[in-house]
């Protein structure tokens, strides 16, 4: 039994010191001390109208009063922010790579950006901005990839959304025509095209749903929306059958021969597209491919609430969005909107504790394997539970990027550009705390043919 223990006890301290290696230890109280120590009790006194004690600005305080507003200093603080980090982005630029058109890393996602400071602000000067930047890439599309993250679909569906918030209808319609020239190749059955996000056809089918929301239902209609959705899923099945796993998991993807399970390269990204009301799959496919085919992967889940890179990988190592429980809760979110069953929601939480407790990262800032993508998670399941838990976690996570993140624009810049798929329907006033983010490293999770980092 001795032996047992110190077994145990090895693979425990083990387990600690890889986790100190990849994150930082969350020095935060959770929000139920933090509320007691603010004199509430979390989610019952503040209802009642209880007196209290004003939430405080010290960064173990409270950051919102009992509506959820954010308090003054907090605001202010994240404007005081903003305006910091625009400006060294735009120094940074200067010397940037031309080349990458990519909303994922590149002049795309700093088009984005600014669209999303327009949003926020209505000031028509980011928008402009957001006209320059995205101007240079529609002049760069290089045909190699299709998707929203990675390829030309990017630059397209944001040109398009941006000419027609300018009213340039003529050119905003080109930017859709060219975006549907892809389709053929999207569809073909034949094609060694992936079905995941970030190169696949998810990330294409992405670029279509988010004209729709952007510009208008039927900007892209129903039918070229429906094929790609029929390529995916009759790729799924192919793969299932092959695999001899029809029963189990009807629906089965894979990306450089590996069977991922996060939300850029593997089924989780994949399912939330597919359970998109936008997307219009059938009641039917839904109940009997897709559910399965999610049970399926929820039960590879780490007794830590975490969820492997991929369905041979037994290792609890990764929490990013890219691999691990900050992707795959969007999933679950998605699955307990549109099954309404109780078990999807409470993973959903487990994946917020486990994101809570071992998802500050050392690798920085970005949404792909970073912090604030981490923190995205909490807004998300934020806005579904108007739980303030998950207010409180989002605003500790942004104050640990600026905490613990590192300070120059070259460990930054990277971050700057890396854009999370949940985000655009998210627009509601407490992402203001969330959007500017920052990495340090590049998106090593796209290489390919290695466990991802
Ligand atoms: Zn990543």
Redesign the pocket.
Known sequence: MGETMSKRLKLHLGGEAEMEERAFTNPFPDYEAAAAAAGLSAGSAEEMGCVRTPPTTDEFGLPFHHDGKIIHNFVRQIQTKIKDLLQQMEEGLKTADPHDCSAYTGWTGIALLYLQLYRVTCDQTYLLRSLDYVKRTLRNLNGRRVTFLCGDAGPLAVGAVIYHKLKSDCESQECITKLLQLHKSIVCQESELPDELLYGRAGYLYALLYLNTEIGPGTVCESAIKEVVNAIIESGKTLSREERKTDRCPLLYQWHRKQYVGA?HGMTGIYYMLMQPAAKVDQETLTEMVKPSIDYVRHKKFRSGNYPSSLSNETDRLV????GAPGVIHMLMQAYKVFKEEKYLKEAMECSDVIWQRGLLRKGY?I??GTS?NGYSFLSLYHLTKDKKYLYRACKAWLALFTFSPTSWYQRHHGFQHLNLALHREIKKVQRQLKYTLDQKP????VPDTE?P
Do not use: N
């Open positions: 850029a990013h969005w890219c691999h970005g792909c394997h993508g998106p090593d999770c796209l991802p």
